[in-house]
């Protein structure tokens, strides 16, 4: 009884309209139905209900929106046709350890067009011969079998699918790479080829200037030695003239 209040209090204290995941595991039910659980949940996509003492479908309400469904361990042994009317999307659907005996009464779930997998370990109907091939051919629609598929392969768990689901998106981003990437790594490329042209182009030019300099040097020293030599021969011309100036005055005064 507690346990009931308590989960009636959960339910109530949410704002139904915005659950996406429910798990009422090991409440009580009450004549097939848990209290607060109705059609005010329109977005509900997984839905728990495991070991409720459910006996029947009947008053569970429209959730369009729902694909898992995990109902073990409780006592249905009928009526699953109402699953196509009121969940109509579901994907899974664990029945494990239920009352269900024939086959008669899984076909009930051919019209669940959307239904990959399905469960029903510890239910009675897994002791009849060629179980797994007799439901396989009932319901084409699904491709796992009590957790395998009909070569045997083990469902991947749901988490790890999204999990490579989320790597493969970043394996794609990493091949991509950022928009212009390498559009910048190019124009850094072509930067770098035209900036050792411009060096080299640079040393060239230097070079030149630089020899161009050594010979005008050079020409500068020689005219230098020229002009050095001018002067030289300018001043010895001069000394000379000094020399006979005085000699021109001793000839003056003996006169």
Avoid at 30 to 42: A, D, M, P, V
């Amino acid at each position: 009884m507690e346990m009931k209040k308590r989960i009636t209090l959960e339910l109530r204290n949410r704002a139904p309209e915005k659950v996406t995941e429910l798990v009422l595991d090991n409440c009580r039910s009450s004549n097939g139905e848990i209290e607060g659980l109705n059609e005010s949940f329109k977005e509900l996509e997984f839905l728990s209900m495991a070991n409720v003492e459910l006996t029947s479908l009947a008053r569970l309400p429209t959730l369009s929106k729902l694909r898992k469904l995990e109902l073990s361990d409780n006592i249905i042994s009928g009526g699953l046709e109402v699953l196509a009317e009121k969940c109509p999307n579901l994907t899974y659907l664990n029945l494990s350890g239920n009352k269900i005996k024939d086959l008669s009464t899984v076909e009930a779930l051919q019209n669940l067009k959307n239904l990959k997998s399905l469960d029903l370990f510890n239910c009675e109907i897994t002791n009849l011969e060629d179980y797994r091939e007799s439901v396989f051919e009932l319901l084409h629609q699904i491709t796992y079998l009590d957790g395998f598929d009909q070569e045997d392969n083990e469902a991947p768990d749901s988490e790890e699918e999204e999990d490579e689901g989320d790597e493969d998106e970043d394996e794609d981003e990493d091949e991509a790479g950022p928009p212009g990437e390498y559009e910048e790594d190019d124009d850094e490329d072509d930067g770098g080829s035209d900036l050792g042209e411009g060096e080299e182009e640079e040393e060239e030019v230097g070079l030149s200037y630089l020899m161009k300099e050594e010979i005008q040097d050079e020409e500068d020293d020689d005219d230098y030695v020229e002009e050095r030599g001018d002067e030289e021969e300018a001043e010895g011309v001069q000394g000379e003239k000094r020399k006979r100036d005085p000699e021109d005055e001793g000839e003056e005064e003996d006169d």
